[in-house]
């Protein structure tokens, strides 16, 4: 029993003496970089009153303060996606691309209005009045490692938007 005891605290004392060069180690050593990152501050959204009364495609992708490296590579391949393939729409203002940080107070009723449950990319058709029509692209999170399909997958729904509804 004394024997036993006699381990428990060498391994005890082993272990604090461990603990405390480790914690000294963390307080000394340059900071590592994170994998996740603070948003940065969105792109400003035109408030609705201020938009034309033609209706304009909106490609949003919804992020939050906290974003790893696949946020930050679905923001980038959705506004490449936008601009490849909407040159002429984005010069006359009939696309636009924007992020929006739905943990801003502004922007908290997205989450409702559009469901989202997590960071995601909505594409939308809005006139100064009202949203005409809205589609919700999930499936960004499983295209990340295809870009070109993940382009198509964001194009796909704007090119229908912008085809006139008969």
Known sequence: MKTALQSI????????????????????SPPQTSTVQAATEPTPSTPISERSTAPTILITYFTTDVRCTSCLNIEKLTRAATE?????????????????????????????????????????EETSEKVLRWEKRDDVWKLLDSPEAFKAYIAAPVREFLTPQS
């Open 9 to 28: 605290l060498i391994i005890f004392a082993v272990g604090a003496i461990a603990y405390s060069i480790w914690n000294r180690s963390e307080e000394t």
């Open 84 to 124: 490849e393939s909407f040159t002429e729409e984005i010069a006359s203002g009939r696309v636009r691309f924007q992020t929006l940080n739905l943990d801003r107070p502004e922007n908290e009723h997205f989450a409702s209005d559009y469901e989202i449950a997590f960071k995601t990319v909505v594409i939308s």
